[in-house]
């Protein structure tokens, strides 16, 4: 289904790169992610929102969850260097350039910011370098606590008029129920309308290294139609994640 689509946004939450009990890259999950990067880099241009800096640095700074703000952006200012490393080092075995670019929500709505992340952007891709967005998590506070990097990929693809976006995550899609309380709980497959039932059914569903959830996903699909761009969201448990997309 993918090959249909011109431009993609990659969103990857820190559960899918993170090692959850060592605060480790999952190095060979994401050698296997860029190899399908680099398949869909030949005939798209790509963006990848990573999450994941604040966990990777945790270490770091204590040995105990981190509690305070600016521990956690501590973390982040530590776990950033590690992240960008480890995308450059793995693309680059596929002959592919990465730059890093951090944004906060406001880059994204104040419109002089916005046009500015948005040309970058675009002089990256027509030099055919990809370009890896996070949230600037050091200087951040609101986007720390509520995990808004789902809506920032939203923004991202609204900015560059892509027309899918990717949510990596631990879970597969949304369920009738959670479950990870409901053992037959029934997946849905399709989503053409985001009313207030489908609001409803996401708001159990959370995560463990980040902060959050299927309400955050669906809040950004909701940009995403509303721009013309479509959303999947998967599970990223898989040795190639974009690659089995394609194969549904």
């Given amino acids: 289904m993918i090959k249909k689509f011109k431009k993609v946004v990659i969103k990857i939450g820190s559960n899918s790169i993170v090692e959850y009990k060592s605060k480790k890259i999952k190095s060979k999950w994401l050698n296997n992610l860029c190899k399908d990067i ?9 963006v990848v929102v990573c999450s994941g800096a604040i966990a990777l640095g945790s270490n770091s700074i204590s040995n105990s969850t981190l509690r305070k703000l600016e521990d956690k952006q501590a973390a982040a200012s530590v776990g950033q260097i590690e992240l960008a490393h480890q995308w450059r080092s793995k693309l680059k075995k596929f002959k592919i350039n990465v730059s890093q670019i951090l944004l906060t929500l406001e880059d994204t709505e104040t419109r002089r910011r916005y046009l500015n992340a948005r040309n970058t952007i675009s002089s990256l891709q027509n030099k055919n370098i990809i370009p890896i967005i996070n949230e600037n998590d050091t200087v951040a506070t609101e986007e720390i606590k509520y995990g808004d990097n789902d809506k920032l990929a939203a923004r991202v693809a609204q900015m560059i008029g892509a027309d899918l976006l990717v949510l990596l995550s631990d879970v597969d899609g949304l369920y009738e129920d959670n479950p990870k309380k ?16 489908i609001e409803r059914l ?37 040795n190639n994640p974009i690659s089995s997309i394609e194969k549904n």
């Fill in 202 to 238: 996401a708001k159990s569903q959370t995560s463990e290294l980040g902060s959050g959830g299927m309400t955050t996903k669906i809040m950004a699909a909701k940009i995403c139609s509303d721009s013309g761009c479509t959303t999947v969201i998967t599970n990223s448990n898989k």
């Fill in 182 to 197: 409901v053992s037959n709980a029934k997946k849905i497959s399709e989503i053409f309308n985001i009313d207030k039932k």
């Fill in 38 to 46: 680099s398949k869909l880099h030949k005939t798209k241009k790509i």
